[in-house]
């Protein structure tokens, strides 16, 4: 299975976490979806961002049952040529034993254009990064997912997952 995963900061020291499992790159709809909460999560820090991030994968992580083949991380695994992001840690975590690809909405500075993709009419890239698997074969992944727009839909769909607040009206 494949799992993307996605993070969303609460106040109180609060972050819901969410992750979509599929088997196939051109699934439509989860297999499943796993959310949970995590308490006590520490502040942001400039150029640390996966010493808050990290914690809440590896708690949503803890909920899945099944053997990953992928992960898909809502950020960077590498930020430009050889700083560790987000995916990179991750991979060390697991023991480099599942590899990691990073999409990112956002340029970073030391990105070069080697990790541009372009989906469906958008003129603005997401940025690929990984790590456990080749590059240019993440890209085309990513690229082939399903989804006629920007992002793949399944991506959108961890995303407002792990926004959704019993409250909102979606």
Not at 48 to 55: A, C, D, H, M, S
Request: proline share 4%; aromatic share 10%.
């Amino acid at each position: 299975m494949i799992l993307a995963i996605d993070v969303d900061y609460r106040e109180n020291h609060q972050a819901h976490v969410a992750g979509v499992l599929f088997e196939s790159w051109q699934d439509s709809q989860p297999k499943k979806i796993i959310t949970t909460t995590v308490e006590d999560v520490d502040e942001y820090q400039s150029g640390q961002f996966y010493k808050r991030e990290l914690p809440c994968i590896l708690a949503l992580l803890k909920k899945v049952d099944t053997e990953l083949s992928c992960i898909v991380v809502d950020g960077y695994v590498f930020l430009g040529a050889s700083k560790k992001g987000l995916g990179a840690y991750l991979y060390e975590t697991l023991d480099r034993e599942i590899p990691i690809i990073g999409v990112a909405k956002s340029p970073f500075r030391d990105i070069s254009a080697e990790s541009f993709i372009y989906r469906g009419e958008s003129k603005k890239p997401l940025y690929i990064t990984s790590v456990g698997i080749e590059l240019d074969d993440a890209k085309e992944l990513i690229k082939g997912m399903y989804g006629k727009f920007r992002i793949p839909f399944l991506l959108k769909e961890v995303d407002r997952i792990c926004r959704y607040r019993p409250n909102d009206k979606t």
